[in-house]
Structures are given as C-alpha cells and as structure tokens.
C-alpha cells in the first residue's frame, strides 16, 4: 500500500464517550470529513478507520470513530496522524502540483548545474520554498539549498514524469 497523504492529527480526548478533536490540516477545516475511510498511524502501523460522527466544538473540531466509545480506548489515538489515499484527493488543474509530487524531485538550474533533490517544501508569509538537499560533492560546498517556489521568476519548468525541477538560480547562493 502507498503511504496514505496526512491531512492531520488526532488531538486530546474530549468527553468520556470516546469523541476526539482533530487538528486538520485542510485549507477548510471541516474538508478532512470529506475524505472517507480515514487511515490512521499507530505504533509504526497505518490502519483503516470510519468516522461514524463530528461535529464543531467551540473553535475546533471534535470526531467519534467507530469502535471507539470510551475515553480509555481514545486516549491511545491521542496524537495520531490521519491520512488518507492518495486517490482520495481531487485532480488538480494543469498547471498545479501537490507538495508531495514535488519531493524527490531533481533540481537543475537554466543552466544544467545539479543544486540536488526536493526534500521537502515551506509555506512562509510571502511564498513556498523548495528545500532542497545538496549532493555530496557539491562545488559550493552547499548542504541544503532554500530555493522559492515562485512561478516564472524562479521556477521555469517542472517535469513530474522525469522527476526534474528546472530553477533560474545561483548555485553559489
């Protein structure tokens, strides 16, 4: 099995009848509900899970999972992540990407010098940023690399199917 896209955490235990919040990680709160069945992460294990009700608590979000009704038995989903398969989120336009499509990915400047791989991406105030890890024997001496993901300005071409990156960078910065 593919490893599912985390869309959040299980938080603390709310009640005596087994309800949990969840911390989503949505652009829309409540859009973590959409996805059915959930997968949750325990004890190095992704497992299969319904959520059988929710509803909103004051500011957040608070969920009752089947076969989940006593405080004791949620207490063990405290901190758990939920995910879902990948197949689960919708298609995007052309054009757009997914961060998780983007890890892995070779970064190659204008002018084909090899910065390295995505291994991760940074949502910052202004905009998102490719981390990206140098390769051993970088000529700059460079361990890691914080490229903005800015379309045009700095980002001239990305291919999914060869896994490449093309960036308008100095190798040196």
Known sequence: ??????????????????????????????AIFDYNPW????????????????????????????????REDALALTNVEIGVA????PALPEGEFYWRDLIGCSVKTTKGYDLGKVTE???TGSNDVLVVEANVK?????????????????????????RTIEVDWDPGF
């Not at 009848?17 to 989503?24: A, D, F, I, R, Y």
């Not at 990948?86 to 989120?89: G, I, R, V």
Request: glycine residues 8%; contains cysteine; hydrophobic residues 45%.
């Open 1 to 30: 099995m593919e490893k599912p896209v985390v869309l959040g955490t299980l938080g603390t235990v709310y009640g005596i009848k087994g309800w949990l919040k969840v911390n989503s990680f949505t652009d829309v709160a409540e």
């Open 39 to 70: 997968m949750i992460h325990q004890n190095g294990v992704w497992r299969e899970i319904q959520v059988s009700a929710w509803k909103r608590h004051n500011k957040g979000l608070i969920c009752k999972l089947d076969g989940i009704d006593v």
């Open 86 to 89: 990948a197949d689960l989120l």
């Open 121 to 123: 991406l940074m949502e």
């Open 138 to 162: 970088d000529a700059f001496g460079a361990k890691e690399r914080l490229i903005p993901f800015l379309e045009e300005q700095v980002i001239k071409h990305i291919d999914l199917t060869a």
